[in-house]
T-cell receptor, first 113, second 114 residues
Framework: AQSVTQLDSQVPVFEEAPVELRCNYS??????LFWYVQYPNQGLQLLLK??????LVESINGFEAEFNKSQTSFHLRKPSVHISDTAEYFC???????????FGAGTRLFVKA | DTEVTQTPKHLVMGMTNKKSLKCEQH?????MYWYKQKAKKPPELMFV???????INESVPSRFSPECPNSSLLNLHLHALQPEDSALYLC?????????????FGSGTRLTVV
């Protein structure tokens, strides 16, 4: 079975500051890792995913995540956040060959002016 | 078309009512999902359809009845719900048989049971 732990339930940060949202996973089999973002009153949107190869993956809006196999982590970072980045961020894991995606509890990123 | 469309966006129903939630996608995805999300919680999987067949039922009460009439449509029929069933119901789709493919989610139906 897989599990996902997001270490921070809320992360307040000032605009233009860097941010890191932490995610650790546990699995006895190969998994794929994802970050989703949910803006207020909306569904989830895929932000980025790690499949294989380079351990650093980037999204089109400036976020990046680094896969660390030895620490079983997949932390999300952005060097400079905007007010519009305020949202709930979910880390997720899916077993290779499996149907189910397991979501972490979520981290609410709150960007202050 | 890269969207998943859910209707209605909001629904208020009594405990004796019967209603249905609808989800539609035209991306050629053959896997479709229903998730339930309570406030400030992650989505919880309810059902998975693969190639129009029910693959996973996460022990969901029978008052929730899914249906996949064709490869583009997914319905969730509701009957005799309880107030604790009030939540955001999210539909998602993805490529079937490709576990490294992310999901495309709809905006959800916010359900209130009174």
């Amino acid at each position: 079975a897989q599990s996902v732990t997001q270490l921070d339930s809320q992360v307040p940060v000032f605009e233009e500051a860097p941010v890191e949202l932490r995610c650790n996973y546990s699995s006895s089999v190969s998994v794929y890792l994802f970050w989703y973002v949910q803006y207020p009153n909306q569904g989830l949107q895929l932000l980025l995913k790690y499949l294989s190869g380079s351990t650093l993956v980037e999204s089109i809006n400036g976020f990046e995540a680094e896969f660390n196999k030895s620490q079983t982590s997949f932390h999300l970072r952005k060097p400079s956040v905007h007010i519009s980045d305020t949202a709930e961020y979910f880390c997720a894991v899916r077993q290779a060959g499996g149907f189910k995606t397991i979501f972490g509890a979520g981290t609410r990123l709150f960007v202050k002016a | 078309d890269t969207e998943v469309t859910q209707t209605p966006k909001h629904l208020v129903m009594g405990m004796t009512n019967k209603k249905s939630l609808k989800c539609e996608q035209h991306m050629g995805h053959r896997a479709m999902y229903w998730y339930k999300q309570k406030a400030k919680k992650p989505p919880e999987l309810m059902f998975v359809y693969s190639y129009e067949k029910l693959s996973i039922n996460e022990s969901v009460p029978s008052r929730f009845s899914p249906e996949c009439p064709n490869s583009s449509l997914l319905n969730l029929h509701l009957h005799a719900l309880q107030p604790e069933d009030s939540a955001l119901y999210l539909c998602a789709s993805s490529q079937a048989g490709v576990s490294n493919y992310g999901y495309t989610f709809g905006s959800g139906t916010r359900l209130t049971v009174v």
